[in-house]
C-alpha cells in the first residue's frame, strides 16, 4: 500500500518510514501539508499519517482538504504528548486514530494495518487507477496507461512496475520485491526477478530516452529514477 507521511520533524519521519517499508508498504514523505495536497492531486495514498502541526498547517485543517481530493482516505495522526482534548479535537475533525510520538514500531504497524483492513472493506470492488508520475496503474485489468498507449502485463509485472514507481528514486531490495511481487516467495531464482525487470522495463519504455531508468544495484535489488529529457543547453 501507498502511504503519505507529514511529518516537519525530519528525524523521526526517518523512522516512521523504515517501520512504514519494514511492513510492506511503501512511503512517500512530505514535510509539509501543501506538498502533500498538491501530490495528492495526481497520484493515489491509501493512508496518511500527518503531525498535529504540519509545518504549515494544523491536522484538523489538512483532513477535510485531503478528503476533498481523496475521498475516505484514512488518516492517523500522530501527537507529542497529547492531552484529551488534542485527541478528541482530532477525532471530531475526522480522524481515525491518533498515536503519541515517538512511535512504537508494532503498534503503529498493528494500527496501519487496521485501517488499511477497513479501508479496503469499504472500497469499491472495481479498484480505482492508481496514477503515478504519468503513468496509470488499472489493477482491474493488469495494464498500464502512458503517453497516449497502453500495455498490458502479466500479474507479477503489473505488481513489479507498481512497486517500482510506489518507490520512484528510493532502491528497493530484492527480499522486499519477492515480498510484495511473488508473495514470501523467497526460493524464487534470482535470473527470474531479473526476467521481470527486463520485461517491465522493456514494455514501459523505462529507458533514458523516455525519462526514466530502471537500474539494477549489485547485490540489492534495483531502482527506479526519473531522469530530465531537457536538452542540455551549453554557455558560451
Request: charged share 25%; with cysteine.
Amino acid at each position: 500500500m501507498r502511504i503519505a507521511l507529514i511529518e516537519p520533524d525530519l528525524r523521526h519521519a526517518k523512522l516512521v518510514g523504515r517501520l512504514i517499508f519494514a511492513g510492506g508498504h511503501a512511503c512517500q514523505h512530505f514535510t509539509i501539508s501543501s506538498e502533500f495536497l498538491t501530490r495528492a492531486a495526481d497520484e493515489f495514498f491509501d493512508l496518511l499519517i500527518t503531525e498535529g502541526w504540519t509545518g504549515d498547517r494544523s491536522a484538523e485543517d489538512v483532513i477535510p482538504l485531503a478528503r476533498s481530493i481523496l475521498p475516505g482516505l484514512p488518516v492517523i495522526v500522530l501527537m507529542n504528548e497529547p492531552r484529551e482534548s488534542q485527541i478528541v479535537a482530532a477525532l471530531h475533525a475526522g480522524a481515525d486514530d491518533c498515536l503519541a510520538k515517538p512511535v512504537r514500531g508494532p503498534e503503529m504497524l498493528a494500527r496501519v494495518d487496521a485501517l488499511l483492513r477497513r479501508a479496503a472493506l469499504r472500497r469499491p470492488t472495481t479498484r480505482r487507477r492508481d496514477v503515478i508520475s504519468g503513468y496509470s496503474f488499472d489493477a482491474t485489468q493488469f495494464a498500464v496507461s502512458f503517453r497516449d498507449q497502453t500495455v498490458s502485463l502479466t500479474p507479477k509485472e503489473f505488481r513489479f512496475a507498481l512497486l517500482l514507481f510506489a518507490n520512484l528514486s528510493r532502491p528497493v531490495s530484492r527480499a522486499h520485491i519477492l515480498e510484495n511481487v511473488w508473495s514470501r516467495g523467497r526460493d524464487v531464482p534470482s535470473r527470474t526477478v531479473d526476467t521481470h525487470a527486463s520485461r517491465v522495463r522493456s514494455k514501459l519504455q523505462l529507458r533514458p530516452e523516455y525519462g526514466y531508468c530502471l537500474m539494477p544495484l549489485y547485490g540489492y535489488g534495483y531502482q527506479l529514477d526519473a531522469m530530465s529529457t531537457q536538452p542540455v543547453v551549453e554557455s558560451g
